[in-house]
């Protein structure tokens, strides 16, 4: 059944954080000093905590992962919705079953979908890393789902330690709890499988590296670090290996000026013994070989050769639209389906030109991507402190941050498409950036101290109000845009799809969902499978001409053969009306 219509006068989320930020900057200027002693009481008992770092970080790691698991009543175990969260799950499935991909299935063609790869092999389009956590949730615990949650502790862990590295115990400790609530326990990045945290932890751990590498040399707060030692090259060559199975591009945007330094350090500066050197870069260096080799080995099972990276397959078989905005759009390719076309030479080709057509529409998508940052990241509440931003890029101790953040603004201007995952490598950066922001206002008078002491408690009004949505009728915001605000879900169509697999389910013996689109069909996609696609309960096909259809219920005689209309309200579900039927 679908969901009930929200009543017009139902509240909005969005409506009250504004409401809330305009408080608490009036309360900021007007009463600077409320609460004042609470507060300093507060400030002792957590900058106390905060000194005990290893703690703070098990705190930090541990906190997210309690609280997402007590709002388990409340928010279960998600359904997959969006074209990745399957793509994702197939290569979780693969993985699970001991196997890097599989063959391409004998009625490939009707099991053509976004993110797939069919030809050669039968495998997710993306990089390994994010299928490989869900494999772990999937094998260790029963479900891919408990991968998300634990890859969200470990990011917000990550996330501490890495602050450490770059600012006082007690603003690391307040970023990782900003964190906790505003990315790992609400946002699509532990309510879907499509990820953010595996790429958060990476990036967290290159820059959180490198002041402990080179404590003196950046960092007052890092001064009492030891520097050159194996663990903390391994950590960084973790999290290296990290983003480069997970985002790369923008993995290496932030790992760049990080080597770029180290580089530059180790040739200029006074550094062990050469041979101490290699000693303790070693394990190091083995990581990274052996990343290097395993990707290659990967690339050449799934695509066909060492030098075929993730993606190439799949956006050379279905797309126009180029990665990078200096590109060309390439010549349309055959397409066997309808609804495909309609998604690569619609919405990606149309986004494309509109970005490469004129000034004026590169700078509207960059807009754009921009106001997808800010509604992630940051949304109302954490945008006051960014008036200091100025000064926080002048600041001495993070220059190297602030360098960072340019080279990443660089980069990304230049991709054709945006998500904030896309910008997950650098999650720790824009936090520590924002902490930053948050230092110089504190320290501008008692309106801003007081300004800066309001905004964590106001977050955590704010997730109190996100828990209690549902029965205070309290919208997220609509069903598309919710995923991309700290406070997101899971839209209706993962919902409507779950219903309709879990009646299939149900069905005795095997079933066979034919898919059936009208023409303008674009969004969402039902059409996927697991890896073991003839093994599986029920098998998701795309309805195509009666001789077609003709050859695949010959194959799957042995089932029982449905037709799904998902654009219909409800979606329809009938027996397949006659051998090899078409629209």
Same mark, same amino acid.
């Given at each position: ?32 000093? #409320? ?41 279960? =175990? ?37 993110? =797939?790869?069919?030809? &050669? ?70 309510? #879907? ?19 402990? *590498? ?27 290996? =990290? ?66 990276? &993730? ?47 004129? *000034? ?36 001495? +101790? =993070? ?16 991709? #054709? ?56 009728? *309290?919208?997220?915001?609509? &069903? ?35 898919? +059936? ?67």
């Amino acid at each position: 059944m679908p969901s009930p219509t929200p009543s017009p006068a139902s509240l909005s989320l969005p409506v009250i954080e504004l409401g809330t930020t305009l408080i608490i900057l009036a309360l900021a200027l007007c009463f600077p000093r #409320t609460g004042a002693s609470l507060f300093v009481r507060v400030e002792g008992l957590l900058g106390r905590l905060a000194r005990k770092r290893g703690l703070s970080i098990f705190i930090a790691g541990a906190g997210a992962c309690l609280l997402r698991l007590l709002l388990f009543p409340i928010s279960p =175990i998600p359904k997959p919705w969006i074209q990745d969260d399957f793509s994702f799950l197939l290569a979780a499935d693969t993985f699970a079953h001991g196997r890097l991909t599989n063959p391409t299935p004998a009625m490939w063609t009707h099991f053509e979908s976004f993110h =797939i790869t069919l030809k &050669p092999t039968y495998m997710s389009m993306y990089f390994p890393a994010q299928g490989l956590v869900l494999a772990v949730g999937q094998v260790i615990a029963g479900h891919p789902w408990w991968g998300v949650w634990a890859s969200c502790g470990l990011m917000c862990a990550a996330i501490c330690w890495m602050l450490e590295g770059w600012l006082p115990s007690g603003w690391a400790l307040l970023g990782a709890m900003l964190a906790v609530l505003r990315l790992a326990t609400f946002s699509y990045w532990i309510n #879907t499988y499509t990820g953010g945290a595996v790429s958060a932890i990476g990036g967290a751990l290159v820059l959180g590296a490198l002041p402990r *590498i080179l404590p003196n040399a950046h960092n007052a707060f890092a001064v009492r670090l030891r520097g050159f030692r194996a663990r903390d090259f391994f950590w960084m060559a973790l999290g290296l290996a =990290i983003l480069a199975n997970s985002r790369p591009y923008e993995g290496l945007l932030v790992s760049l000026p990080s080597l770029a330094v180290l580089g530059w350090q180790l040739w200029k500066r006074p550094h062990p013994g050469i041979f101490v050197l290699i000693r303790r870069m070693a394990p190091a260096a083995v990581l990274l070989i052996a990343t290097l080799g395993f990707m290659g080995y990967y690339n050449y099972r799934v695509f066909g050769s060492p030098f075929i990276p &993730p993606y190439r397959v799949n956006r050379d078989t279905y797309t126009s639209a180029p990665y990078f905005i200096w590109q060309s759009a390439r010549p349309e390719p055959v397409y066997r389906h309808t609804a495909i076309r309609n998604f690569y030479t619609g919405w990606e080709l149309k986004t494309f030109r509109e970005e490469t057509g004129s *000034i004026a529409g590169f700078l509207s998508e960059s807009g754009k991507k921009l106001l997808e940052i800010g509604s992630f990241y940051l949304s109302f509440t954490l945008i006051p402190p960014l008036v200091m931003l100025p000064w926080a890029f002048r600041d001495k +101790r =993070i220059r190297f941050l602030t360098a960072t953040a340019i080279v990443l603004a660089l980069g990304l201007g230049i991709e #054709t498409f945006f998500r904030p995952h896309y910008l997950a490598p650098a999650t720790a950066l824009l936090i520590a950036l924002l902490l930053q922001s948050m230092r110089h206002l504190r320290a501008r008078g008692r309106s801003g101290l007081m300004l800066v002491r309001s905004i964590p408690v106001a977050c955590v009004l704010l997730a109190l109000v996100r828990i209690c949505a549902q029965p205070l009728h *309290i919208e997220l915001a609509s &069903p598309l845009k919710q995923a991309g605000t700290w406070a997101g879900g899971t839209p209706e169509s993962g919902q409507t799809r779950a219903r309709v697999l879990a009646e299939l389910e149900r069905q005795p013996g095997q079933q066979l969902a034919v898919v +059936r689109y009208p023409n303008d069909h674009l969004y969402p996609e039902w059409v996927y499978n697991a890896a073991e696609i003839d093994k599986s309960k029920v098998v998701w096909a795309r309805e195509m001409d009666p001789e077609s259809n003709r050859q695949l219920l010959d194959y799957y005689k042995g089932r029982k053969a449905w037709l799904v209309e998902p654009d219909c309200n409800p979606p329809r579900v009938i027996p397949y009306p006659g051998k090899g039927a078409g629209p």
